[in-house]
Structure formats: C-alpha cells, structure tokens
C-alpha cells in the first residue's frame, strides 16, 4: 500500500519569508513517482513537478525547489521569498510502478503568505 | 491548447436524483481519472481508465456510483440514485502516454451538491 503524509495541515508566513512544505511517503515499489501539485482559492489542481524514484537530484525552478531523499523517503518543496500569490493549499502525491498511473494523494498543506 | 473540460461545473440535486458528469480529456492523453475532494477525506481516486479501459475502479464507493468512457475523449461519472453524502467536488484528470508515469492534468472539477 502507499501512503503520503503531509504533516503540516497550515502553514503561515509573512511576504519574502522562505517557507518548506514537507512531504513524506510510503511504498513498496522500487519505481514510482512523486509529484507536487497547487490548489489556489480558484479550485483548479495546478501540477508543478514531478520526479521518478531513479533521480535524486535536487531541482530549482525559479523561487521554487524540491528536495528528493530517498534515503529519510521525502519529497520537500521550499518556496523561497514567499509572495501573497503563493498563498494555495499544496499536496505532495505518489504513484507507484510504471503504468500504475493513479495518485496517491497527502492531505495537502495549507499556505497562507501575509503581506 | 484545452485543457481537460469538465461539465457541469455545480450541481445542485435532490437526493435520489441520478446525477451525471462529463469529462472531456486533453486531446491526445490516453489515462483518464475520476477523483472525489471532500474535507473528509481529501483527494481519493474513485476509477482510473487507460485507453478507454477500466484499469483501477477499487475506488468507487458502491454500486450507485459508475463511469464510463465510449471513445478517447469523453468520460461519465453517474451517481445513480444521489444522497447528500455524495456532495463532494469531482475532479476529471488525463495524462499522455509515455513510458514512464507522465503527469495528469486536471479540469476545474464539479461541485455537487446533494440535498
């Protein structure tokens, strides 16, 4: 079974604060994939990343980062310098060996920025 | 380019009613995935198609709940007959082919709402 746990139910933070959202999982697939996804006030699930089980490299995407470990089997997300636009519920998920393509979903970490 | 169109986007029924959502995938995507959100329970999978074809349906609640998919670009969620239980928003996803699990890209969803 997969599990995605996301211990942090809200998070707040003033503007231009760095902030990491943590994102721990579960499996017992040697291959799967770990993806974060963004859930503004609008509704839409906006995808952001995603990372198969075989890279660990470290990625940066403008003021956002994702942190792979398999090691400690996290997936951290930092968004550095926050702005109020930032503000969304974020959810970390898993899907598990290729061609199960289904995700597996955290409960999602709510991100408030203040200005 | 379209992105995954789902209709409607509320709905408001009476319990006992049949209640129908569509789906149209992004043209090209051969995975399709009904999700369920509710505050409860988070993001669940309920069925998940790979060209045209039930892969994963262990997610759907019980017998008054079905999907289909005709052709590779319309799906339906049914909830035959509706209870108040069943209010909840429902996410339409789709992904490319790929030999790896390629990321799903999801529509605006429906807000049902039973009564």
């Known amino acids: 079974a997969q599990k995605v746990t996301q211990a942090q139910t809200e998070i707040s933070v003033v503007e231009k604060e760095d902030v990491t ?3 721990v999982y579960e499996t017992r697939d040697t291959t799967y994939y770990l993806f974060w996804y ?3 006030p609008s509704g839409e699930l906006v995808f952001l990343i995603r990372r198969n089980s075989f890279d660990e490299q470290n990625e940066i995407s403008g003021r956002y980062s994702w942190n792979f470990q398999k090691s400690t089997s996290s997936f951290n997300f930092t968004i ?3 702005q109020v636009v930032d503000s969304a519920v974020y959810f970390c998920a898993l899907s598990g060996g290729t061609g ?3 995700l597996t979903f955290g409960s999602g970490t709510r991100l408030q920025v203040q200005p | 380019d379209a992105g995954v169109i789902q209709s409607p986007r509320h709905e408001v029924t009476e319990m006992g009613q049949e209640v129908t959502l569509r789906c149209k995938p992004i043209s090209g995507h051969n ?3 009904w999700y369920r959100q509710t505050m409860m329970r988070g993001l669940e999978l309920l069925i998940y198609f790979n060209n045209n074809v039930p892969i994963d349906d262990s ?3 019980e017998d008054r709940f079905s999907a289909k998919m005709p052709n590779a670009s319309f799906s339906t969620l049914k909830i035959q007959p509706s209870e108040p239980r069943d209010s909840a928003v429902y996410f339409c996803a789709s992904s490319r082919p790929g030999t790896e699990n390629t990321e799903a ?9 039973v009564v």
């Open chain 1, 21 to 23: 959202l943590d994102c």
């Open chain 1, 38 to 40: 963004k859930q503004p």
């Open chain 1, 80 to 82: 550095t310098a926050s």
């Open chain 1, 100 to 102: 199960r393509r289904a």
């Open chain 2, 31 to 33: 995975s399709l995935f």
């Open chain 2, 59 to 61: 997610g759907m609640p």
């Open chain 2, 105 to 113: 890209f999801f529509g605006q969803g429906t807000r049902l709402t």
